[in-house]
């Protein structure tokens, strides 16, 4: 228990200056009583609509963490409510499939590129590792090949090698140490193989060496550190290498996933994985996922080499939203407004840092915005390039955010939803000038 309340004291004492106008007496004190049951206590807020979120202490912030990516069309959308409350009489779990499930299916394999067929479940991590599954089954092989720098959720066979640790040079040898992201994970997994992002040479000399044993290569759409795009010559690589030795092609969309366009990350760039893995936005802030892609891969959870289980896998109320979801998705402009209005954030949030002289770069792509510890001109296109990054700085921005009513994520990333229209977006520019000039005020290292 010292460890929970040495972190509760350094919180409580950070949030007792009000030298920005924001008080948290009420979040201190329900922060300090939740610490007794729960570890570090609690970060939730009291309520939240549209774009905006309420703290116990009734102020107010417009909301950029979006609840980690789900809520692309902001909080308590009309749409996403009435189909949900609409289910609710009902019934929610049958233990046995209905309607909603199957056309919630066919809607995703009308959208997606790579969708022959679809298989639900409910959490991304959960997702990842039914992929995963499906590729050892489907190949007869063990080893996954993963890119520094990529998340694929928190079960312990793919935590190595994830964001917030520390990037390596890229003059390092190609294959990346195994470094477990958190206490408790075996120091190593003989079946995973991690390779620098964006390194087409690299990628080839792991085939020329490990090619009869890969099952499947992984990657995120794009990844969230750093919004790095991946290259064309990359994207080929993959697809080439894959499809020549047999191994399949993961693409894990769980973030970029309808929060790139209504084919996903996929969709836009052009390539065609064998499988893609969807959580967060299909559902609207209901906890849903899937795996779409090659029907005969997919067809192994029916012929019971792979069975695809699960008490909560397409549940009703979950489905009912995902179908809402995409129903606003798909309305025209939809995508057109969230990239202009994101194009905009970003634009104007690094000017706002330049004008304010705080060494900090604003990377996005698309509706995914990250926010890194390194000078405006840096060039970012791999992990590595992340080395030396200021983390502590990030951090310190994200505390004067949160201190003038803008609630983004403490690593950096902004996750702009469809309910950010062009006033909140001046609003959020006004006072990301106002957050860097009390960063500048109070000392950038304190």
């Known amino acids: 228990m010292n460890d929970t309340f040495d972190i509760i004291e350094e919180v409580i004492l950070k949030l007792s200056s009000t030298v920005s106008g924001y008080r948290f007496d009420r979040s201190i004190h329900l922060l300090a009583e939740a610490a007794r049951t729960i570890p570090a206590g609690v970060t939730s807020a009291a309520r939240a609509q549209g774009a905006l979120l309420f703290d116990a202490d009734g102020q107010e912030y417009i909301d950029y963490a979006m609840g980690f990516g789900p809520l692309l069309l902001g909080h308590t959308p009309d749409r996403v409510m009435e189909a949900v409350a609409a289910q609710l009489p009902r019934g929610f779990l049958y233990g046995a499939a209905h309607e909603a499930e199957f056309a919630f299916a066919l809607r995703l394999a009308g959208l997606l590129p790579c969708a022959e067929s679809v298989i639900l479940s409910n959490t991304g991590s959960e997702a990842v590792h039914t992929a995963l599954r499906l590729a050892r089954a489907f190949t007869g092989r063990d080893l996954i090949v993963k890119f520094e720098g990529n998340y694929h959720g928190w079960f312990d066979p793919m935590c190595y090698g994830t964001p917030g640790q520390a990037p390596i040079s890229q003059l390092t040898p190609a294959v990346r140490p195994q470094v477990p992201a ?71 969309e769980v973030v970029t996933g309808f929060r790139m366009g209504l084919g996903g990350a996929h969709g836009l760039f052009g390539v065609r994985p064998d499988l893609c893995v969807l959580g967060k936005a299909i559902g609207a802030g209901y906890p849903i996922s899937a795996v779409a892609g090659r029907a005969d891969v997919l067809s192994l959870t029916a012929r019971g080499r792979a069975p695809h289980m699960g008490t909560f896998n397409g549940h009703a109320i979950n489905v009912a939203a995902g179908l809402a979801a995409l129903d606003v998705y798909s309305q025209d402009g939809f995508y057109e407004r969230l990239n202009r209005r994101s194009d905009r954030l970003a634009v104007g949030m690094q000017a706002a840092l330049d004008e304010a002289g705080v060494p900090l770069k604003v990377c996005h792509f698309g509706a995914l915005l990250s926010i890194v510890g390194l000078p405006h001109d840096r060039t970012i296109e791999r992990y590595s390039d992340l080395h030396g990054a200021d983390g502590a700085l990030v951090g310190r921005f994200a505390e004067a955010m949160l201190r003038h009513g803008l609630h983004i994520q403490a690593r950096g990333t902004l996750m702009p939803a469809s309910v950010h229209d062009d006033a909140l977006v001046d609003e959020t520019l006004a006072r990301t000038h106002r957050a860097c000039a009390w960063l500048n005020a109070q000392g950038r290292s304190a």
């Open 182 to 252: 958190t206490a408790g994970i075996a120091p190593n997994n003989p079946h995973l193989l991690i390779l620098p992002f964006n390194d087409p040479e690299a990628l080839e000399a792991a085939f020329a060496s490990y090619g009869r044993s890969i099952a499947a290569i992984i990657m995120e759409g794009v990844p969230q550190a750093g919004a790095i795009r991946p290259h064309g010559a990359f994207l080929d690589a993959i697809q080439r290498m894959t499809e020549s030795s047999g191994a399949l092609f993961i693409m894990d």
